[in-house]
């Protein structure tokens, strides 16, 4: 029988049962939310051998390229623009590392702790929905201060990706006439000897993709990170007598529950390959499933254990090769601080509800955001 793909993995939960079994084979068919079949490819050297074969494109608009899904708000991840393969990719992503730079991510540490702070000692009576009343307020403040946001304005995003693309290209030409010492600015004018800048174009789709990605996927990761620990008090205990471990266990809730699912990881085939010796021909689609290789025990041992003292530094949830995701710095800047603050201030951090009472909120990105309510 044909796998449906993805899986439901609500945070909290164990790994889908699909999850389980679909290591036995290298390759596993399987069909989209689009209708579209793919290939699954399941094991952890072969995830990381995919993201890096350059006959797999991403570039979706190749006739006959198979879709993610056919809802019109997912397509950001469907876009030409971002999904270019090289040369072109090379290009845009060399330009974009010379703004996005570890200096950059590294001063935004001290806001990051106030932010935190601040929100945190806003909780005054629980119970408090962790994710609407922190995760996402933080990952929003901290994206729009990276990318030159006026405070004033980051409400907008709320309402989705609409109102993002209309303002951003509205605040680049802001920057253009006045630039500050934000991420936008320094795009505007980064350069690159041979190849130039970036077009307006491509400026636009990346700083919208930046700021709707940026703080939602890392929010929900916040979520379902701390929905995981609260499950797992001993570990959760464990980080309260030991906050030194807490850059470790960012690597393995990461490793546990990658935010949302892999259908972004989507490639095309433009050259017949094999995977794990499985043939697979031209035209297909191929879905390298992050969540099946950080299950891998050939890799991580007992993996269906969350254990806060494994060393999952290997953990492949930011992607690999040359699409690594560009934000995964910040990410982990936002996840130790956040869990650092939440565990040192609340130690008697819980769920306020059984973990299958759950609800999930509206996102525009569908990354499976729920409700968390907490008490302490």
């Given at each position: 029988?044909?796998?449906k793909?993805?899986?439901?993995w609500?945070?909290?939960?164990?790994p889908?049962e699909?999850?389980?079994?679909?290591r036995?084979?290298?390759?596993?068919?399987?069909?989209m939310?689009?209708?579209?079949?793919?290939y699954?490819v399941?094991?952890?050297?072969?995830?990381?051998?995919?993201?890096?074969?350059?006959r797999?494109?991403?570039?979706r608009?190749?006739?006959?390229?198979p879709?993610?899904?056919?809802?019109?708000?997912?397509?950001?991840?469907?876009?030409?623009?971002?999904?270019?393969?090289p040369?072109?990719?090379?290009?845009?992503?060399?330009?974009m590392t010379?703004?996005?730079?570890?200096a950059?991510?590294?001063?935004l540490?001290?806001?990051?702790?106030e932010v935190?702070a601040?929100?945190?000692?806003?909780?005054?009576?629980?119970?408090?929905d962790?994710?609407?009343?922190f995760?996402?307020?933080?990952?929003?403040r901290?994206?729009?201060r990276?990318?030159?946001?006026p405070?004033?304005d980051?409400?907008?995003f709320?309402?989705?990706?609409?109102?993002a693309w209309?303002?951003i290209?509205?605040?680049?030409e802001?920057k253009?006439?006045?630039p500050?010492?934000d991420?936008i600015?320094?795009?505007?004018?980064?350069h690159?000897?041979?190849?130039?800048?970036?077009s307006?174009?491509?400026?636009h789709?990346w700083?919208t993709?930046?700021?709707?990605?940026?703080?939602?996927?890392?929010a929900?990761q916040?979520?379902?990170g701390?929905?995981?620990?609260?499950?797992?008090?001993?570990?959760?205990?464990l980080?309260?007598d030991?906050?030194e471990?807490i850059p470790?266990?960012?690597?393995?809730?990461l490793?546990?529950?990658?935010?949302?699912?892999?259908?972004?990881m989507?490639?095309?085939?433009?050259?017949?390959?094999e995977i794990?010796?499985?043939?697979?021909p031209?035209g297909?689609g191929?879905?390298p499933?992050?969540?099946?290789?950080?299950?891998?025990?050939s890799?991580f041992?007992?993996p269906l254990?969350?254990?806060?003292?494994?060393?999952a530094?290997?953990?492949?949830a930011?992607?690999?090769?040359?699409?690594?995701?560009?934000?995964a710095?910040?990410a982990?800047l936002?996840?130790?601080?956040?869990f650092?603050?939440?565990i040192g201030r609340?130690p008697?951090?819980?769920?306020?509800?059984?973990?299958?009472?759950?609800?999930?909120h509206?996102?525009?990105?569908?990354l499976?955001f729920v409700?968390?309510p907490?008490t302490?």
């Amino acid at each position: 029988m044909t796998l449906k793909f993805p899986f439901d993995w609500p945070p909290g939960a164990r790994p889908p049962e699909e999850l389980a079994t679909l290591r036995d084979e290298p390759v596993v068919r399987a069909v989209m939310p689009s209708g579209d079949p793919v290939y699954l490819v399941t094991r952890y050297e072969d995830v990381r051998a995919v993201l890096s074969d350059r006959r797999l494109s991403r570039n979706r608009e190749r006739p006959g390229a198979p879709r993610m899904t056919a809802a019109a708000r997912t397509k950001m991840f469907q876009n030409p623009k971002i999904d270019r393969d090289p040369p072109e990719h090379t290009r845009m992503r060399r330009l974009m590392t010379k703004a996005f730079t570890p200096a950059r991510i590294e001063k935004l540490g001290p806001y990051v702790e106030e932010v935190v702070a601040e929100l945190l000692g806003r909780w005054r009576r629980p119970p408090v929905d962790l994710v609407s009343e922190f995760a996402l307020p933080l990952t929003l403040r901290v994206i729009c201060r990276l990318l030159g946001v006026p405070v004033a304005d980051q409400e907008r995003f709320r309402t989705g990706l609409g109102e993002a693309w209309q303002y951003i290209g509205e605040l680049i030409e802001v920057k253009r006439a006045d630039p500050g010492d934000d991420l936008i600015s320094e795009l505007i004018s980064v350069h690159d000897d041979q190849d130039g800048r970036l077009s307006t174009h491509e400026l636009h789709v990346w700083c919208t993709v930046l700021l709707m990605a940026g703080h939602e996927t890392t929010a929900a990761q916040i979520g379902s990170g701390a929905v995981l620990l609260m499950q797992h008090p001993d570990q959760l205990a464990l980080l309260r007598d030991e906050p030194e471990r807490i850059p470790d266990a960012v690597e393995e809730l990461l490793r546990f529950q990658v935010a949302g699912h892999s259908l972004s990881m989507l490639r095309y085939v433009t050259d017949d390959i094999e995977i794990g010796g499985c043939p697979v021909p031209t035209g297909s689609g191929v879905v390298p499933v992050l969540e099946s290789a950080n299950f891998d025990a050939s890799v991580f041992p007992d993996p269906l254990r969350l254990d806060v003292t494994r060393d999952a530094r290997d953990q492949i949830a930011f992607s690999a090769g040359p699409h690594y995701c560009l934000g995964a710095a910040l990410a982990r800047l936002e996840l130790r601080t956040a869990f650092a603050q939440l565990i040192g201030r609340f130690p008697g951090l819980r769920l306020a509800v059984d973990v299958a009472e759950l609800r999930h909120h509206d996102n525009p990105l569908e990354l499976g955001f729920v409700e968390v309510p907490v008490t302490w």
